[in-house]
C-alpha cells in the first residue's frame, strides 16, 4: 500500500510540475533584452543584417515583408523574441515565400541570429518612423 501511495504522489507531483505556467510572451518593443540592447550588441546585429537578412528585407525577396509594413511588425512583436528568434533559426514557410534556416547566415552562432532579429526590429521602427516624418512633412 504504502508503495501504490508513494507511486501515486510522485505521479500527482510530475504531473503539477509538468503543468506549471508558461511565462507570458512580452512585446519584443517591450522586452528587457530588446530595450537594453548596447550599442555593440546592435553592431553584431547590423552585420548579419548586413550580410544575410536586408537581401530579402529590402526588396521583398522571396516573400519577405519589407520594413516599413507597420501592421506586420507590429503583429509579429507581439508574438515575443524567443518564437521570432526560432522561426529564423529553423526557417519559416510563409504565404508568399519562404525564409531558410538562418535566413541564408549559415555561419551564424545562436547568439548573432538573436541579435539580428533584434535588431532587424529596432530597424524596422526606425524606418517607420523615419516614413512617417517624411510623410508628415510632404502634407505641409
Same mark, same amino acid.
Request: net charge negative; glycine share 6%; hydrophobic share 35%.
Given at each position: %500500500?504504502? !508503495? /501504490?501511495?508513494?507511486? /501515486? ?12 505556467? !508558461?511565462?507570458? +510572451? ?17 553592431? +553584431? ?12 528585407? %529590402? ?26 528568434? !526560432?522561426? +529564423?533559426?529553423?526557417? !519559416? ?5 519562404? %525564409? ?35 510623410? %508628415?512633412?510632404?502634407?505641409?
Amino acid at each position: %500500500m504504502d !508503495k /501504490v501511495f508513494r507511486n /501515486v504522489s510522485i505521479f500527482i507531483f510530475a504531473f503539477f510540475i509538468g503543468c506549471e505556467k !508558461k511565462s507570458p +510572451v512580452v512585446n519584443i518593443y517591450d522586452s528587457k533584452e530588446y530595450k537594453s540592447l548596447t550599442r555593440k550588441e546592435l553592431n +553584431v546585429g547590423e552585420s548579419i543584417w548586413a550580410t544575410a537578412c536586408f537581401r530579402c528585407h %529590402m526588396y521583398g525577396t522571396n516573400g519577405a515583408v519589407l520594413l516599413d509594413e507597420k501592421a506586420y511588425w507590429d503583429s509579429a512583436a507581439s508574438k515575443g523574441i524567443d518564437e521570432l528568434y !526560432k522561426s +529564423v533559426w529553423e526557417g !519559416k514557410k510563409g504565404e508568399n515565400g519562404e %525564409m531558410p534556416a538562418k535566413g541564408f547566415c549559415n555561419l551564424c552562432s545562436e547568439d548573432e541570429i538573436r541579435k539580428s532579429v533584434l535588431y532587424l526590429f529596432d530597424l524596422a521602427k526606425k524606418v517607420q518612423a523615419a516614413n512617417e516624418e517624411q510623410s %508628415m512633412n510632404n502634407e505641409e
